[in-house]
Nanobody, 123 residues
Framework: QVQLVESGGGSVQSGGSLTLSCVVSGVTYSLPCMGWFRQAPGKEREGVVAVGLYGRTTYADSVRGRFTISQDNAKKTLYLHMNRLDTEDTAMYYC?????????????????WGQGTQVTVSS
């Protein structure tokens, strides 16, 4: 059973940076298909970035150029490096995984989810 645990959230001022981590357990070899999502109060959960086949990444327009995804297969950890944060980035951030579908920003394509880590950006 794949389990995901996020960490690294917190409060930061606009323009600041944060790095989120997601530790994956229950996998034997490399990380499964991974992605980051976020959900702001009163809004739908949206895809932020996903890792596809051969490491190809897909970013949401709202974060492209500011956020970067990376992973350490040896540590079975996924990272989300967030720069130039804006108040619009305030949300609960979730790590997601799936064994089959890679590179999707669609929530329905992921079967495994972490509990989330809160990011709050103040002006």
């Amino acid at each position: 059973q794949v389990q995901l645990v996020e960490s690294g959230g917190g409060s930061v001022q606009s323009g600041g940076s944060l790095t989120l981590s997601c530790v994956v357990s229950g996998v034997t070899y490399s990380l499964p298909c991974m992605g980051w999502f976020r959900q702001a109060p009163g809004k739908e959960r949206e895809g932020v970035v996903a890792v596809g086949l051969y490491g190809r990444t897909t970013y949401a327009d709202s974060v492209r150029g500011r956020f970067t995804i990376s992973q350490d297969n040896a540590k079975k950890t996924l990272y989300l490096h967030m720069n130039r944060l804006d108040t619009e980035d305030t949300a609960m951030y979730y790590c997601a995984a799936d064994q089959i579908t890679c590179g999707s920003l669609e929530r329905r394509n992921y079967n495994y989810w972490g509990q989330g880590t809160q990011v709050t950006v103040s002006s």
